[in-house]
């Protein structure tokens, strides 16, 4: 048997220094994320506008919140007064929205595009592709409450290893490629989000900044 904590130090222990850990507590209750927390943990990301709310309001405000699932635009207004980051933005229009709630509640709320990367299609998210287009009509300039950070992508749900290693590769060269293209003077957009229980190692080996774990911490 281990525990929360155990679990949490031992992956941390794999982690490089610069990369967040960020705890995916979607599937887990109030009590578990108190668990990680006390053991130190700070970041904590849900897929459900009205479970990180709740979550938010049942656990200490230090806690970074991040939202990691697919956002409706009917569900902004709820998070938008206290969520740290959205990482899963799939279209110009969301983010618009994000937009008009972030300087409703007078913030700017960093963003990641989603990168849709793996070979099955149910996933969300910009083909590199869309994103380049996206990026180069520059709308997005004009929108002053969100702030564009980095990318965040799945990969295939494969034993594949090479073939989850390359599509981890292309999305980094594409955050590399865009940083040079629109971000070469923004020190903030930083963040690759890339990296689950079963992959964050190979994602974390083609420079994934940020990973998002879930069942490894939670389960035993
Ligand atoms: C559930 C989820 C995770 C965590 O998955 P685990 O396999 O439990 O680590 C990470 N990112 C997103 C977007 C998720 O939905």
């Known amino acids: ?3 929360i904590a155990e679990r949490l130090e031992k992956i941390r222990t794999t982690i490089p ?37 709740f979550k938010q309001q049942s656990l200490p405000e230090d806690i970074r919140w991040h939202f990691t699932g697919h956002l409706q635009s009917n569900k902004i ?26 300087a409703k509640n ?10 849709h990367i793996a070979r ?3 996933k969300f998210g910009f083909t590199p592709d869309e994103c380049l287009s996206m990026l180069s009509t520059e709308e997005w300039k004009e929108l002053k409450n969100i702030h564009i950070r980095g990318l965040m992508c799945m990969a295939s749900n494969t034993d594949d290893v090479q073939q989850v290693a390359s599509e981890f590769a292309a999305v980094r060269a594409l955050f590399d490629d865009i940083r040079e293209r629109w971000f070469a003077d923004d020190d903030l957009f930083d963040t690759l989000s890339a ?26």
């Open 195 to 220: 990296g689950m229980s079963g992959d964050y190692l190979i994602a974390v080996g083609a420079g994934s900044t940020c990973v998002r774990i879930g069942s490894s911490i939670f389960e035993e």
């Open 1 to 3: 048997m281990s525990s």
């Open 77 to 102: 207004k709820y998070i938008a007064p206290f969520v740290y980051m959205i990482h899963s933005v799939d279209s110009l229009q969301l983010l618009r929205e994000i937009n008009k709630h972030a």
């Open 106 to 115: 007078g913030r700017i709320i960093p963003c990641l595009l989603q990168i």
């Open 17 to 53: 220094s610069g990369v967040r850990l960020l705890a995916i507590s979607k599937y887990y209750p109030v009590d578990a994320v108190r668990e990680a927390y006390d053991a130190g943990q700070r970041d904590f990301g849900e897929n459900k506008a009205q479970d990180l709310v």
């Open 120 to 122: 099955e299609d149910s």
